[in-house]
């Protein structure tokens, strides 16, 4: 599966984003899928996961109540909507896939993720 997500931009401290991430080249309903991102001179870390169908969700607990993962199937398309942003969550934003059954967990480790976009640059300016 190929994956193109988009959405970033640069924005003030309290504003929100939309990012989204389109599938394709695959069944997506059969993938768990992912939000990670990446800050200058750090890890990867995990932001957000939801399961194939939707029913589960998983959050960083950075990022518990201000961000918000969604899928649409039908559009084949992943979104993360992001609130009330702080300079900490400066960094580029990427969507994973990994392949799984209906019952899997949401899946928090990068090296659980198959798949990988291109990722998209989010600022926030305080």
């Known amino acids: 599966v190929q994956l193109q997500a988009s959405g970033g931009g640069l924005v003030q401290a309290g504003d929100s984003l939309r990012l989204s991430c389109a599938a394709s080249?695959?069944?997506?309903?059969?993938?768990?899928m992912g939000w990670f991102r990446q800050a200058p001179g750090k890890e990867r870390e995990f932001v957000a996961g939801?399961?194939?169908?939707?029913?589960?969700?998983d959050y960083a607990d950075s990022v518990k109540g201000r961000f918000t993962i969604s899928r649409d199937n039908a559009k084949n398309t992943v979104y993360l909507q992001m609130n009330s942003l702080k300079p900490e969550d400066t960094a580029i934003y990427y969507c994973?896939?990994?392949?799984?059954?209906?019952?899997?967990?949401?899946?928090?480790?990068?090296?659980?993720?198959?798949?990988w976009g291109q990722g998209t640059q989010v600022t926030v300016s305080s």
């Open positions: 939801i399961s194939r169908s939707g029913g589960r969700t």
């Open positions: 994973a896939a990994k392949w799984t059954i209906s019952t899997a967990p949401v899946f928090q480790g990068y090296d659980d993720y198959n798949y």
């Open positions: 080249g695959g069944t997506f309903s059969r993938y768990t």
